[in-house]
């Protein structure tokens, strides 16, 4: 691994998006306009919001950078550039860390953002503090960006990329604990949660949300987190191929 | 002679049964450009692919510089231009070729004047900080046969380079590709275009996933007894049938 490569790629990764405009406008536009409309859905219910706001803010990275990893991977794979890159020197750890970077460093500037609105205008507390939160939300973003590179292998189509949405990152937001606790499900679905890691991104959300003194439970999530991220770039690495048959 | 590429058997069966290639064996000499010539479909592009080792062949073998394809000590000695347009649209023109030079292995020091040789030999310096996605059908052609004249490889592998250019810069290039040649480059270059194929030193006719002949175009085409690489191209083929 070189970390001259892998600087290269996350420095084109994000000169790309800064040549798009509209895209950087979106991913950084819509999550604070979001959750001022969430605080208005439930704006006879601030209790309801105070809890949800947190854990919104670490979905939205995740989702985001899972859809447009997916999107601009499957484009290398289409249109040349990684059978291009795939003759050269550089190596394919090279290539994902550097994904893996840029698109952590833009979850990074989405939290600061959402997560200013969320706690100045809105008037959302963490009793984590900010910092804890920040990271939680890097990370949720790291895992939607291994998420991405990884299964976009299985996509032939850009249409077929978005389609992992509702089939892959759906489920897991509908039994994360964001809409009812998971003790409330059925069985099988508290043991689906119980194995997909949005699940902890959404509990080390709730962590920093309650509690002042983070504790184990804490760093067992992001832990978690940060692990399935690594396993998603590992399987990603072995779906890019020097070789293809 | 020198051998650049050496290719035993060569056999690619792709998805169930299509047979893209069909057991080839060749010896290309080193510092020739050689012209892989054949209509689309023939197996021209899985060939490049499989010199390049980005092909994983079914049966055979191929060495590169005594190599064996793809493999790690060669990537610093080989450059390839894919047939579609291998850059990134959403990246200036010299924000693409810094990327892959830096991919390629360029020396920091090294990689602006890389740069300005590359596009000054494409003829393409004036668009230097235009999007790739702003330029014409040519222009983009010309920024990927740019990267792949980064860093002066030993071997450049290039899957039709002039396709969709004009007369005139086709021209230009096909004489960087002899000046290349002439300062020690192997040219591996394919095309359906005849006309090129004469410019070639060597030729390797290629139909149905098999290499039908080979040799220089002058050999071809007294082989042939024709007057031209089409017509040898085509009595080829009707007695092959």
Redesign the interface.
């Given at each position: 691994m070189s970390p001259?490569?892998t600087l290269?790629?996350a420095s084109?990764v994000l000169?790309?998006l800064g040549?798009?405009h509209r895209t950087v406008a979106l991913l950084f536009v819509a999550p604070p306009m979001l959750l001022t409309v969430m605080k208005f859905v439930f704006q006879d219910k601030p209790l309801l919001f105070q809890s949800v706001g947190p854990m919104l803010l670490g979905i939205f990275p995740m989702i985001m950078m899972f859809l447009i990893t997916s999107i601009v991977t499957l484009r290398e794979r289409t249109?040349?550039?990684l059978?291009?890159?795939?003759?050269?020197?550089?190596s394919k750890i090279?290539f994902l860390f550097g994904y893996a970077l840029a698109f952590s460093f833009l979850g990074l500037c989405q939290a600061l953002i959402a997560g200013g609105v969320l706690l100045g205008p809105l008037q959302v507390t963490v009793l984590g503090g900010a910092l804890p939160t920040l990271l939680a939300v890097v990370l949720a973003a790291f895992l939607g960006t291994s998420l991405g590179l990884f299964l976009s292998a299985f996509a032939t189509s850009e249409f077929q990329a978005i389609q992992f949405m509702p089939a892959f990152i759906f489920p897991q937001l509908l039994t994360c604990g964001l809409f009812t606790a998971r003790t409330d499900m059925a069985r099988p679905l508290q043991w689906f949660a119980d194995v997909m890691p949005l699940t902890y991104s959404v509990d080390a959300m709730k962590q920093v949300t309650m509690h002042s003194n983070l504790g184990t439970d804490y760093v067992r999530d992001l832990f978690i987190v940060v692990l399935s991220g690594i396993v998603a770039l590992i399987l990603g690495s072995i779906t890019i191929r020097?070789?293809?048959? | 002679m020198d051998i650049a590429v050496k290719i035993k058997s060569a056999t690619v069966v792709?998805s169930g049964s299509v047979r893209a290639l069909d057991n080839v064996s060749v010896e290309l000499p080193a510092n020739k450009s050689i012209g892989f010539i054949g209509p689309s479909g023939a197996g021209k592009t899985t060939l490049i692919?499989s010199i390049?080792?980005?092909?994983?062949l079914t049966r055979g073998k191929i060495e590169v510089f005594g190599r064996v394809a793809?493999s790690?000590e060669l990537?610093?000695d080989?450059?390839?231009?894919?047939?579609?347009?291998?850059?990134?649209p959403?990246?200036?023109v010299r924000?693409n070729l810094r990327?892959?030079a830096?991919?390629?292995?360029l020396k920091k020091g090294s990689i602006t004047v890389a740069i300005d040789n590359a596009l000054r030999d494409v003829e393409l310096l004036q668009k230097a900080d235009r999007?790739v996605r702003d330029l014409s059908g040519g222009q983009k052609q010309r920024v990927s046969l740019a990267?792949a004249l980064l860093g002066s490889p030993k071997l450049m592998v290039l899957d039709e380079p002039t396709t969709g250019l004009d007369p005139v810069l086709r021209e230009s290039l096909w004489k960087l590709f002899d000046k290349l040649k002439a300062a020690g480059t192997s040219l591996m270059i394919s095309s359906h275009s005849m006309d090129e194929a004469e410019r070639c030193d060597y030729l390797l006719l290629v139909r149905g996933g098999a290499v039908i002949a080979q040799g220089s175009p002058v050999e071809l085409m007294k082989q042939t007894n024709t007057k031209s690489i089409e017509a040898a191209f085509l009595k080829i083929v009707r007695e092959s049938k």
């Amino acid at each position: 691994m070189s970390p001259r490569n892998t600087l290269a790629t996350a420095s084109r990764v994000l000169q790309q998006l800064g040549h798009d405009h509209r895209t950087v406008a979106l991913l950084f536009v819509a999550p604070p306009m979001l959750l001022t409309v969430m605080k208005f859905v439930f704006q006879d219910k601030p209790l309801l919001f105070q809890s949800v706001g947190p854990m919104l803010l670490g979905i939205f990275p995740m989702i985001m950078m899972f859809l447009i990893t997916s999107i601009v991977t499957l484009r290398e794979r289409t249109r040349g550039t990684l059978d291009r890159l795939m003759t050269m020197p550089a190596s394919k750890i090279d290539f994902l860390f550097g994904y893996a970077l840029a698109f952590s460093f833009l979850g990074l500037c989405q939290a600061l953002i959402a997560g200013g609105v969320l706690l100045g205008p809105l008037q959302v507390t963490v009793l984590g503090g900010a910092l804890p939160t920040l990271l939680a939300v890097v990370l949720a973003a790291f895992l939607g960006t291994s998420l991405g590179l990884f299964l976009s292998a299985f996509a032939t189509s850009e249409f077929q990329a978005i389609q992992f949405m509702p089939a892959f990152i759906f489920p897991q937001l509908l039994t994360c604990g964001l809409f009812t606790a998971r003790t409330d499900m059925a069985r099988p679905l508290q043991w689906f949660a119980d194995v997909m890691p949005l699940t902890y991104s959404v509990d080390a959300m709730k962590q920093v949300t309650m509690h002042s003194n983070l504790g184990t439970d804490y760093v067992r999530d992001l832990f978690i987190v940060v692990l399935s991220g690594i396993v998603a770039l590992i399987l990603g690495s072995i779906t890019i191929r020097r070789q293809t048959k | 002679m020198d051998i650049a590429v050496k290719i035993k058997s060569a056999t690619v069966v792709l998805s169930g049964s299509v047979r893209a290639l069909d057991n080839v064996s060749v010896e290309l000499p080193a510092n020739k450009s050689i012209g892989f010539i054949g209509p689309s479909g023939a197996g021209k592009t899985t060939l490049i692919r499989s010199i390049v080792g980005r092909q994983k062949l079914t049966r055979g073998k191929i060495e590169v510089f005594g190599r064996v394809a793809g493999s790690k000590e060669l990537r610093k000695d080989m450059s390839y231009m894919t047939q579609e347009i291998s850059a990134y649209p959403d990246l200036t023109v010299r924000e693409n070729l810094r990327y892959f030079a830096i991919m390629a292995g360029l020396k920091k020091g090294s990689i602006t004047v890389a740069i300005d040789n590359a596009l000054r030999d494409v003829e393409l310096l004036q668009k230097a900080d235009r999007l790739v996605r702003d330029l014409s059908g040519g222009q983009k052609q010309r920024v990927s046969l740019a990267v792949a004249l980064l860093g002066s490889p030993k071997l450049m592998v290039l899957d039709e380079p002039t396709t969709g250019l004009d007369p005139v810069l086709r021209e230009s290039l096909w004489k960087l590709f002899d000046k290349l040649k002439a300062a020690g480059t192997s040219l591996m270059i394919s095309s359906h275009s005849m006309d090129e194929a004469e410019r070639c030193d060597y030729l390797l006719l290629v139909r149905g996933g098999a290499v039908i002949a080979q040799g220089s175009p002058v050999e071809l085409m007294k082989q042939t007894n024709t007057k031209s690489i089409e017509a040898a191209f085509l009595k080829i083929v009707r007695e092959s049938k």
